[in-house]
């Protein structure tokens, strides 16, 4: 079969479009035809090497994947050969795309418990965004942050595929959202997502924007700032925002694209009595309410765009350079 592959950790030129062995039926799953697969923040990072993690070469990369069942293995009654599927990547074994072999290939062998349905009412492309981005942001933004009716939300790096998510799961929330982005370009588009408030931090400090339009977060009295700050870019972002959230504020992360080591202030997290709360992958059941939010039309996801995976490295190029808003779907004939 056609699968993207790199054989080495290191630059984007490394990607190549080339053959790997077809998978093999085993009992207690099904083979997959793959239909599309979207890029993930993590998967120039991946291309590149992350310390600790172990890469299996030839390595295919991609995460979310969409599909359709072409052949039922012995043992399995829950499924049948043309029902549309998309694929629980991270497994007790590990992450597919990271440390076990991804989706950007015209077949997979998957195990029965790791298939989803798709409803209907989800076209393939929506469901290949799903569920790195999306079930992250809803475990991030839901299930550990309880966002609240009423809230402001501030969402650092917001553009990304998680970012844009958690605008649109933020407002559906009936929140109050200030999107940042690093880039001009994006202003325009993540108001039309939704976020009430874009700050372009080429021209405009996050935090002053923060102070000027909500007051400035005090110890004692009435305080100013947001209630919930999403950061997951960490390195300088991160003792930066502790000066926007409010006293009893909730800082949210699940990532560090700018630098997972950074300084901090601890004086605001006591003083301010903020709570920093992680949040890591998502459950099965988060994948599948995400699936239904998207059937009942109540989140449409964010495409940059869709193209064949013959055309990935320009695509990554465009993603590790900062140069797309949500996500990206590659199509395998
Ligand atoms: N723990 C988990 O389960 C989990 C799951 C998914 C993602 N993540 C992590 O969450 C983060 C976002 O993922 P994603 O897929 O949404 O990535 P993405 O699509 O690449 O988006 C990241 C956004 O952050 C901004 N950005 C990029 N580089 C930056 C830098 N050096 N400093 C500051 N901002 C920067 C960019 O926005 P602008 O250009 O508009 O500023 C970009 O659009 C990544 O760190 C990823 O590893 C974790």
């Given at each position: ?5 790199f054989d080495e950790h290191g630059p984007i030129d490394g990607l190549r479009l080339g053959d790997f062995p077809d998978p093999v039926l085993e009992p207690g799953g099904c083979l997959v035809r793959v239909k599309a697969v979207s890029l993930n923040g993590f998967d120039p990072m991946v291309l590149r090497g992350i310390p600790g993690l172990k890469t299996p070469f030839p390595m295919i990369p991609g995460a979310d994947i969409a599909g359709e069942i072409v052949e039922v293995g012995a043992d399995v ?257």
């Amino acid at each position: 079969m056609r699968a993207i592959l790199f054989d080495e950790h290191g630059p984007i030129d490394g990607l190549r479009l080339g053959d790997f062995p077809d998978p093999v039926l085993e009992p207690g799953g099904c083979l997959v035809r793959v239909k599309a697969v979207s890029l993930n923040g993590f998967d120039p990072m991946v291309l590149r090497g992350i310390p600790g993690l172990k890469t299996p070469f030839p390595m295919i990369p991609g995460a979310d994947i969409a599909g359709e069942i072409v052949e039922v293995g012995a043992d399995v009654s829950a499924w049948r050969v043309g029902q549309r599927v998309a694929i629980q990547p991270n497994r007790p074994d590990g992450m597919m795309g990271e440390t076990l072999r991804g989706g950007l290939c015209q077949f997979l062998f998957v195990p029965a418990e790791f298939l989803i349905a798709v409803p209907d009412a989800v076209g393939d492309i929506e469901a290949a965004c799903l569920p790195t981005a999306y079930a992250t942001a809803y475990r991030m933004l839901y299930t550990r942050g309880r966002i609240e009716a009423g809230e402001k939300v501030l969402i650092l790096g917001a553009s990304g595929g998680v970012g844009t998510a958690a605008i649109q799961l933020a407002k559906r929330a009936g929140c109050e959202v200030v999107a940042v982005t690093g880039s001009g370009a994006k202003v325009a588009k993540l108001a039309e997502i939704g976020a009430d408030h874009v700050v372009d931090t080429s021209r405009t400090d996050y935090v002053d924007f923060i102070v000027e339009t909500y007051g400035k977060p005090r110890t004692r009295g009435p305080s100013g700032g947001v209630d919930v700050c999403v950061n997951y870019s960490g390195g300088p972002t991160w003792a930066e925002c502790l000066r926007a959230v409010r006293r009893g504020g909730r800082i949210l992360t699940c990532g560090a694209t700018a630098g997972y080591d950074p300084k901090t202030d601890l004086r605001y997290i006591w003083s301010f009595e903020h709570t920093i709360l992680g949040s890591n992958g998502w459950t099965r059941e988060e994948h599948v309410a995400m699936l239904d939010l998207i059937a009942a039309g109540e989140i449409v996801p964010v495409v940059d765009r869709v193209v064949p995976m013959g055309e990935i490295r320009a695509a990554m190029r465009d993603l590790a350079g900062r140069r797309v808003i949500g996500k990206v779907v590659l199509t395998v004939d």
